[in-house]
């Protein structure tokens, strides 16, 4: 099992900036993929952002060169700086992990912390 546990979320101006940061404990190994998905009300979860094990980087046309995902792998962390945010950028974003253990991919879920950005 792994465990997600997301912080840094919470109200600030259009145009301002937050980072979130997603902190992995528990069975961590062969971790290979994490990311940042957001849903807001009445909304679809989408993809923000993704990141790889090599380092190689997915990102939400909505969210490109606004936002940075990035991976601390001494710390088993994620962070998803998010700069220039928008009134809808407003959702709860969700930390996710990708694992992969003999062939088979479980995915992993945090609970999720509000963002929400007003104008």
């Known amino acids: 099992q792994v465990q997600l546990v997301e912080s840094g979320g919470g109200l600030v101006q259009a145009g301002g900036s937050l980072r979130l940061s997603c902190a992995a404990s528990?069975?961590?190994?062969?971790?290979?993929?994490m990311g940042w998905y957001r849903q807001a009300p009445g909304k679809q979860r989408e993809l923000v952002a993704a990141i790889t094990s090599g380092n190689n980087t997915n990102y939400a046309d909505s969210v490109r060169g606004r936002f940075a995902i990035s991976r601390d792998n001494a710390k088993n962390t994620v962070y998803l700086q998010m700069n220039s945010l928008k009134r809808e950028d407003t959702a709860v974003y969700y930390c996710?992990?990708?694992?992969?253990?003999?062939?088979?991919?479980?995915?992993?879920w945090g609970r999720g912390t509000q963002v929400t950005v007003s104008s």
């Open positions: 996710n992990a990708i694992q992969e253990r003999r062939t088979i991919k479980y995915n992993y």
């Open positions: 528990g069975n961590i190994f062969s971790i290979n993929v």
